[in-house]
């Protein structure tokens, strides 16, 4: 049996598949995953985790990593633009959840809305998602989950690497990427490159509506959203059969406009003329530059694991606009808006010790600085700089095959200091003087935490149980504390409090799994309580002409349910159903009784999948995406209508000598449907999601 979330490798491990040793390095062939290999996998860990591997990411490609991932229950992609979006896990996302490459804590300006992960995604090689809080291997951040991306595959042959070219329908992307691999000896590199070019993206509407204005669409795109992205990356290292070291240094540069009609209604006097051509890219717009260099070293014994990540990590992002006036602010000189140069410095070290066939324990220590620096004429979060340590243990004890435990703690002690801010310019007070107005206060904040987690795994028969309650934590950012500010991009004004305590979680995760080698059922319920949920909170309030929104805390109740059922009918034919539901409430606070703001609504997935061979392994699948309507708002947010698309995907892998080509295709809103997704700030201005997108992929292996 075959599932598209489970990890054909770790699968062959867990269940001694043919296995073959050259030095460090594990090769596995012919491996049939089961029901068997199910339920060792599950057993791995108390908490719901997901494992995702290459083949999937290949079969399922559709535009950003967010968005292939968005299959996978409890996993969405928030969109803005045609080229950006974030992921979410269980409706959480931004700074509360760690997206990791390598075992280092990705860190740009994660806090904005506007632009996606700076990572390639096509030097990936497999993905691991927990589910729900994983603070205490991971720390602040991990209350909602983790995206554990893995680029760290070892080549074993001399020479080895492959070249796929793919593109997009509705903003005509067009894109290739490279990448070369090869081993001599125990020493080996990997390098690659992607470049990827979009133009304007085009939504099922000529018009939308911008507060009270009606803004005509060109051809029903969205003008000013094209872009591009260039990648490149390297890997050195050397591969040992008890010692292991390498460093990977990589780029990641982006440049996309912003929808122009969105960025302030000003944009109605621009001399720009946005519909000279769908694929340039004018004012207003943003371009980011990722640089990371990652070192990884690893000794083992019979017993022990030793594991070391040393990382720097470079973000530079700017946003330019044409320069105009808001409120006090005169017209200022140049296009530069706002600018940001956030430096990193991360160190992991952690153990493992094998006390027993049956019992293991893991401890480990994390550091982190991190230096953020603004400038240009806007303002929305101030400078600032920030340093964290954390501590933490985890013991696994196997009582027999069938019954596993876990438990574990730790400390954590952050230093957050936010510099104070003045307007460049003169504002009038009631006094009947002018100031420099203050947007930010000079700021030394110090947060310690505790957490713990406990967790329990049962199998018996086809059956696997398992459950993990804990105490996770999140210390407030300083976008939270200190933002003050217009978000043009998302339509609104952001107002910080300095005055936010760190945001705690208690958590209750249960899993329930059985499977034969015809049915996959897997089902996850999930409990959170808040004591003190830090949220932007939605007034009736407007300020330079844009709804106000300040960070507020709040008691909240969170539950959901992810579900999943595969029935494998022959060896041609599989049917798939899935699901998830959440439910927030606050319960105390201004909003006390309400939801939280553009709270995920719930949605199913019913789907068809046909294997077939024909020059070689080949399928087509069929889905249909069921959306339900959100009533469930905060006030004054709208409400949002159900809907519901009709998607396809289809494969081949064809074998050319010591080659493979794959083929993927995948087809989304094949019935250009106009729906509107209520976690998309889009939708505030009356831009429907983008129409019918076909994505399709070419690689050559070899």
């Known amino acids: 049996m075959t599932t598209s979330i489970i990890a054909t490798a770790l699968a062959a491990c867990v269940a001694g598949g043919h296995v073959e040793h050259d030095d460090s390095v594990i090769v596995l062939h012919d491996v049939t995953v089961s029901g068997q290999h199910q339920r060792d996998f599950q057993m791995r860990m108390s908490q719901s985790a997901v494992q995702v591997s290459k083949e999937y990411l290949q079969q399922n490609f559709a535009g950003s990593l967010s968005q292939t991932l968005e299959g996978i229950p409890g996993v969405k992609a928030m ?30 300006q994660q806090w904005g809305n506007d632009h996606g992960l700076e990572i390639d995604q096509f030097a990936i090689d497999r993905v691991e998602i927990i589910k729900g809080p994983a603070a205490l291997l991971y720390g602040s951040d991990a209350i909602g989950g983790v995206l554990s991306l893995y680029t760290n595959h070892v080549p074993t042959e001399s020479l080895n690497g492959n070249v796929q070219v793919f593109g997009r329908s509705n903003n005509e992307q067009l894109g290739l990427s490279a990448r070369l691999g090869g081993r001599s000896g125990r020493w080996f590199y990997r390098a690659g490159a992607t470049v990827i070019d979009y133009a304007d993206y085009s939504v099922p509407t000529d018009s939308i509506r911008y507060y009270s204005y009606w803004i005509r669409l060109k051809n029903h795109r969205l003008r000013n959203t094209a872009g591009c992205e260039r990648d490149c990356n390297l890997m050195l290292g050397y591969a040992g059969y008890r010692f292991h070291t390498d460093i990977r240094i990589s780029d990641s540069y982006a440049k996309s406009g912003f929808f122009a009609n969105a960025h302030g209604l000003e944009v109605r006097l621009s001399d720009i003329d946005y519909d000279h051509s769908r694929r340039d890219v004018d004012l207003p717009y943003q371009w980011v530059n990722h640089l990371k260099v990652l070192s990884h070293t690893s000794w083992q014994s019979d017993n022990v694991r030793m ?58 220590v994390n550091g982190e600085y991190q230096h953020n620096r603004r400038s240009g004429w806007g303002f929305i979060i101030p400078d600032f700089k920030s340093s964290s340590a954390g501590l933490y243990a985890m013991d696994s004890y196997s009582v027999n095959d069938n019954l596993k435990l876990n438990a574990g703690v ?12 003045h307007d460049w310019y003169m504002t009038p007070t009631s006094a009947g003087d002018s100031v420099y107005m203050e947007r930010s206060a000079n700021a030394d904040r110090r947060f310690t935490s505790f957490t713990w987690s406990t967790g329990i795994n049962y ?50 995760d249960m899993g329930i799994h059985w499977d034969n080698d015809v049915v996959f059922i897997q089902v996850d319920p999930y409990l959170n309580y808040f004591p003190n949920y830090i949220y932007l909170n939605p007034t009736a309030q407007y300020v330079e002409g844009l709804q106000l ?31 998830e539901y959440l439910y927030a409430r606050q319960k105390s606070g201004q909003k006390k009784g309400y939801t939280l703001p553009f709270s995920t609504p719930w949605s199913v997935d019913a789907g068809v999948k046909y294997s077939f061979q024909w020059h070689g392994n080949t399928f087509v699948g069929m889905n249909a995406h069921f959306v339900g309507a959100q009533h469930e708002i905060v006030p004054p947010e709208n409400p949002t209508d159900g809907y519901w698309t009709l998607n396809l995907s289809a494969g081949k892998q064809i074998d050319v000598r010591n080659s493979k080509i794959n083929i993927a295709l995948h087809a989304d809103n094949l019935l250009n449907r106009r729906y509107y997704d209520h976690t998309s700030y889009y939708r505030l201005i009356d831009v429907p999601e983008p129409g019918r997108n076909v994505s399709i992929k070419v690689g050559l292996e070899f």
């Open 459 to 508: 199998a018996t028969g086809h059956w696997v149980l398992k459950a993990n309650v804990g105490k996770s934590f999140r210390m407030p950012i300083p976008k939270e504390l200190g933002a003050d500010g217009v978000n043009y991009h998302i339509f609104r004004y952001e107002r910080g409090n300095a005055d936010l305590d760190p945001e705690e979680s208690y958590q209750l």
């Open 549 to 579: 929104y300040h960070y507020t805390q709040a008691k909240v109740l969170r539950y959901g349910v992810e579900a999943q059922v595969l029935y494998v009918i022959n060896k041609h034919w599989e049917t798939e159903l899935k699901g």
């Open 307 to 364: 594991d070391f990540n040393l990382a720097w990590q470079n973000n530079i992002r700017e946003e330019l606009s044409e320069p105009v006036s808001h409120g006090y602010m005169p017209q200022p000189d140049g296009t530069l808006e706002r600018r940001f140069v956030k430096n990193t410095l991360t160190a992991n070290m952690g153990l493992s010790i094998n006390l027993g066939e049956c019992h293991e324990l893991r401890t480990g």
């Open 79 to 108: 969109a803005i633009g045609s080229g950006q979006s974030k992921p979410t896990i269980r409706g959480l996302g931004y700074n509360r959840m760690v997206v990791s490459e390598d075992g280092i804590k990705h860190e740009g």
């Open 410 to 421: 730790r400390i954590d002690h952050a230093n957050t200091t936010i510099s104070n801010y």
